[in-house]
């Protein structure tokens, strides 16, 4: 766990928790750190929600498939991130997505209950650690409203251009680079991949962008 110990503190979940007082809630929330290889679920949709996930390596995708298995990205996870955090305490009977485990990745699993209830030993780090969750789940609604303004776009242009615009705001660039391969991009964005592709060929084509791979450049 010590090798951890940087990613751990940059957690969102463990803000204005102090490195010493760290493995005292680590052992108080009876935590486990467990290995998955790349594509292997971290969890499975249909399953009961009792552990919130924090990765300490790797990469993960959330996602959900429709009726006919058509795939779609929710969102991405990166390392020191928090996830499945709002499904385990709203205390749903089963995941409505699953998270998958996009490259070789380590995780630390909590028991959601643990997080919520105080542990009877009167631990001061108990309110920091509900106050954290809450920003968490605030920060995530914000996000989940991003994503909102994305699908509610009607074309592949309108829908690429909305995404690539918030990926340049909040990556401080006009350059930058997102997660996703084109695949994962028109997963994630709701269209089909070849569409996609041609949409970005147009676009560089009339001088809206440039780039290659996942790395872009508003013009």
Not at 11 to 32: H, M, N, R, Y
Not at 64 to 85: P, W
Not at 91 to 114: K, N
Not at 127 to 148: G, M, P, S, W, Y
Request: proline share 3%.
């Amino acid at each position: 766990m010590k090798g951890y110990t940087g990613i751990l503190k940059n957690c969102p979940l463990f803000q204005g928790i102090s490195e010493e007082e760290l493995p005292f809630l680590l052992a108080c929330l009876d935590v486990k750190i467990q290995n998955f290889p790349k594509e292997q679920n971290i969890f499975r949709e249909g399953d009961a929600p009792r552990s919130v996930g924090i990765l300490l390596r790797g990469e993960a995708r959330i996602w959900q498939s429709d009726y006919y298995g058509k795939r779609s990205i929710v969102a991405q996870v990166t390392e020191g991130e928090l996830f499945g955090e709002a499904f385990a305490c709203a205390g749903l009977e089963a995941l409505p997505v699953s998270v998958t485990a996009a490259r070789d990745s380590e995780v630390l699993l909590l028991d959601c209950q643990r997080i919520v209830s105080p542990c009877g030993k009167g631990c001061t780090f108990h309110q920091q650690l509900l106050r954290n969750l809450l920003t968490v789940l605030a920060d995530k609604n914000v996000r989940f409203h991003e994503k909102i303004q994305v699908l509610g776009k009607r074309t592949t242009r309108e829908k690429l251009l909305t995404y690539l615009a918030q990926q340049a705001r909040q990556q401080g660039s006009r350059q930058f680079t997102i997660p996703f391969d084109r695949q994962e991009l028109a997963d994630y964005l709701g269209v089909d991949r070849s569409g996609l592709s041609m949409e970005i060929s147009r676009l560089k084509a009339e001088g809206v962008l440039s780039g290659s791979r996942s790395t872009f450049t508003l013009l």
